[in-house]
């Protein structure tokens, strides 16, 4: 396939290790493979001659982000602030709104750090309505970079709420039946701008998919969930699509927190039977629940007991079985491994459907008959197999072969276990040693950290052959460490919630545990040479430790830190350390957390880095700390990257190298190579170095 999508396309320029296609569909009778590669797309004949044919046609002009309809007759799009739909056939456009100004749009996404121009929407299941919103951003704060050029600057300027402004985005539901091109606005105050996983109304089903809301079969109604500002209070109500009444059906309020689920949104509409699928972590732990639709009272409790249910894979209404994906729920296992189970509707018949100890990525046939289960380790590679509903293996695929790895030298990470805190609760992680490791001598130690708390930070227990530069820094001479601390994702809920209201924590005293531990377990760590480095949450993260514990670490490279919450977009903050209150004597309960506060002692070597141009976390961020800085006449290193983004893109390089070279020189004590110049697939590999940033869900 690889060949003959480069010959289709030789500005692809891919291979086998390269090749990541979004998306692969059967047509032509099963005789073709349509292959989406980026935004590119193909068909591929399975024919003997094996031929792909590109299907885009070359345009110069920018062609908008459609939005498609369940049938693939049409597609949504947005246009001067108002709502569009293209028949694809025929290339017709229709105008649906008209009343969409700047700032106060249809279906925009623009909220804080994120910017795009994807129609946010929901088609009905007959594609014949669109349920969407105009977001209402008129009276929000606006945030500003310039970029860095010869000439007159640009100005970038964009709608961004900070925590504790009283004004934020807010959006007002609306339902348009394309038939009759009628808009009816939904009969309820604006709603807020949030959802009930992350601080967007859409971030985990795709770029344009509008998240907690669902139609009906018969699209004559549509049902959705409300999320209060702090995301403490959601609501579910149900909507009728033709002339907008709202029904509140039920209601559920958590003392910290709200979250549907921790992969996709997990709860479900199902009035064929008049009942509502709903997700919460009320027990400790992320279990379902059955509701009545009509009156919303409890039913019953479906899953128990210890472990979170993840995400709901599917709903088997005639069947009453639900298959969904757990964590933690088989004993004497890593509880990051992804297991997949069914339940039926009244809690009886729980079953494990990928029995091996590992971790399992699933994906269900379109006629969900059958599923693939590709098992691995973060140690032993993948095989994929077939299994029936039951769980049996109908059929073998493959077995990932890394022998070529192998002898190249490749070693896999070493799983750790550490106590926390406490002194008692288990957190695991993964360290990585030099591949020419000699137990007689003494190593320094760096952990790379990214606190969460919606994520942790060593992510993914699947296979991969590189985890960020985690390996590369330690064959530079250190013992590398990742731990997932207290108050990162996927555990209990009160493991989760370790940290509220104090983000200034940042699992810090875990990370010490944990890294004080090993070195007592192993000789061969040198303790007194600690250093740490992370980027975003993780930057944030880097600095606060190296303020907090100034004898401890003493090497920190903190890239992109958010180093004070109230100079990032609201949501985030607002749904992991509560509104911001203002006291009387002027402080707030969100100064202990701003890291420009404890500047002051810094005592180790600490190089500050971030993109000129970062429109998710603004470089006021890290500016406001080297302002600290210089006051408290403190010796530190900074690099602003012009005009490169969070991510640094094609600095990303550069950056790798910078950081290899400060931990060698001031870590270990010895003199980096001038100027080295890294090789062009471990450029890109090293772009994977960054933790997720604060708007992302654990997708690394």
């Not at 591929?44 to 920018?62: E, Q, R, V």
């Not at 985005?169 to 709603?191: A, C, F, G, N, Q």
């Not at 603004?618 to 990257?641: C, G, H, R, S």
């Not at 060698?664 to 010895?670: C, E, F, H, I």
């Amino acid at each position: 396939m690889v060949d003959a999508l480069n010959a289709a396309s030789p500005k692809l320029k891919t291979d086998a290790v390269r090749l990541k296609p979004t998306e692969l569909a059967f047509s032509d009778a099963g005789r073709k493979l349509r292959v989406t590669v980026g935004s590119s797309n193909f068909d591929c004949s399975l024919a003997a001659s094996y031929t792909c044919t590109g299907l885009d046609k070359p345009s110069t002009a920018k062609q908008p982000s459609m939005n498609l309809s369940p049938d693939k007759t049409k597609g949504a799009f947005i246009r001067d602030w108002n709502l569009w739909v293209r028949d694809i056939a025929s290339g017709t456009e229709t105008q649906l709104t008209t009343d969409g100004v700047k700032d106060f749009g249809y279906a925009t996404d623009n909220a804080g750090w994120k910017q795009s121009d994807a129609a946010i929407l929901l088609w009905s299941p007959d594609s014949k309505k669109i349920a969407t919103f105009q977001q209402d951003q008129r009276r929000d704060g606006e945030m500003y970079l310039v970029s860095v050029t010869n000439g007159h600057p640009v100005l970038k300027t964009w709608k961004s709420p900070l925590v504790g402004d009283v004004n934020v985005t807010m959006i007002e539901r609306v339902i348009i039946s394309l038939d009759t091109r009628k808009i009816v606005r939904l009969k309820m105050p604006p709603d807020q701008h949030r959802g009930t996983i992350c601080d967007d109304v859409t971030c985990r089903g795709g770029n344009s998919t509008w998240e907690d809301v669902e139609w009906s079969p018969d699209a004559k109604h549509m049902a959705f969930v409300s999320t209060s500002r702090d995301h403490k209070q959601e609501w579910l109500r149900v909507a009728d699509a033709t002339n907008g009444e709202v029904r509140e059906v039920m209601q559920e309020t958590a003392p910290k927190f709200y979250e549907s689920g921790d992969g996709m949104v997990n709860w479900h509409y199902l009035p064929g039977s008049n009942e509502v699928l709903w997700f919460s972590e009320r027990d400790n732990w992320g279990q379902l629940y059955l509701y009545d639709l009509s009156t919303g009272k409890l039913k019953n409790q479906i899953t128990h007991g210890d472990g979170n249910v993840t995400q709901v894979l599917h709903v088997d209404e005639k069947n009453r079985v639900i298959y969904f994906l757990g964590v933690g729920k088989e004993a004497g296992r890593d509880p990051y491994f992804v297991h997949l189970y069914s339940v039926r509707f009244d809690g009886s018949d729980q079953k494990l459907l990928t029995p091996e100890d590992a971790n399992h990525e699933i994906a269900f046939s379109p006629k969900f008959d059958f599923f693939t289960d590709i098992a691995s380790t973060p140690v032993t590679p993948a095989t994929t197999v077939v299994r029936t509903l039951t769980g049996a293996v109908e059929m073998e695929v493959a077995k990932q072969d890394i022998s070529a790895l192998t002898a190249a030298g490749w070693v896999p990470p070493v799983p750790i276990t550490v106590k926390a805190r406490d002194g008692k609760t288990d957190l695991y992680g993964f360290m990585f040693k030099p591949t020419s490791f000699d137990a007689t001598k003494k190593y320094p130690i760096v952990n790379n950290v990214y606190p969460g708390p919606q994520t942790g930070s060593c992510g993914s227990r699947a296979f991969a052959a590189a985890h960020r530069d985690n390996q590369a820094l330690a064959e530079l001479g250190f013992i590398v460490v990742c731990i997932d601390g207290m108050g990162t994702n996927l555990r209990s809920k009160s493991f989760h919630e370790a940290y509220y209201g104090n983000l200034g924590d940042n699992t810090i005293p875990d990370q010490v545990a944990g890294m004080k531990e090993l070195a007592a377990k192993y000789p061969w760590i040198d303790l007194d040479r600690a250093g740490m480095y992370g980027h975003s949450g993780g930057g944030n993260a880097t600095a606060a430790a190296m303020f907090n514990y100034p004898d401890f670490f003493k090497v920190g490279i903190a890239e992109s830190g958010n180093h004070d919450q109230r100079d990032y977009e609201d949501d985030w903050a607002e749904k992991w350390a509560g509104l911001l209150v203002k006291n009387a004597d002027g402080t707030t309960n969100y100064d202990s957390q701003a890291n420009q506060y404890i500047a002051k002692n810094l005592k180790g070597h600490l190089l500050l880095a971030h993109g000129t141009m970062d429109d998710n976390v603004p470089p006021n961020n890290t500016l406001v700390l080297v302002d600290a800085l210089i006051k408290a006449n403190k010796d530190f290193d900074l690099l602003m990257i012009p005009n490169a983004a969070h991510g640094y893109g094609a600095a990303s390089q550069y950056m790798t190298r910078r950081r290899w070279d400060y931990f060698v020189r001031y870590l270990a004590g010895d003199v980096p190579p001038k100027e080295y110049e890294l090789k062009p697939y471990a450029a890109a590999m090293s772009s994977l170095n960054s933790g997720p940033s604060e708007d992302e869900e654990a997708t690394e």
